[in-house]
């Protein structure tokens, strides 16, 4: 079972669940999750924690402690390199038609966009006089 899956000192993977103004909530399994305080995150102080990771992103985090009973954990990504997929930018290639294409379609998405708010607000009032 999970139980034994987690050793003190270990490294295993996890998703941010949530951050707080205090620190890192991480889901680790089906059972397990755990908190990256604040002071955990790094050597360094850490004004907005948003800067290290975002909701929804795999990272690598390190066991400091567990409690079975409860199946809560406590993390730190302080002293290991964390991020899973570095995100990579990529160059914005400017193309020729620059901003033509928005030009030439967009009275028609406005005049669809208009047709389509219209039509909703005709069935509204077609059901409201039934």
Known sequence: MT???YQI????TGCVT???KYGIFVGLDNYYSGLIHISEIS??????INDYVNIGETIK???LDFNNNDFHVKLSIKDIDYRINKRKRTKII???NGFSSLEK???FWMQRKEVEILNKQGQKN???LK
């Open 105 to 107: 379609n967009l009275e």
């Open 94 to 96: 400017e193309t020729s």
């Open 126 to 128: 077609v059901k409201s």
């Open 9 to 12: 000192g270990n490294i295993v």
């Open 18 to 20: 949530g951050i707080e």
């Open 43 to 48: 050597d360094s102080f850490v004004r907005n």
């Open 61 to 63: 985090v390190k066991i």
């Open 3 to 5: 139980r034994n899956r």
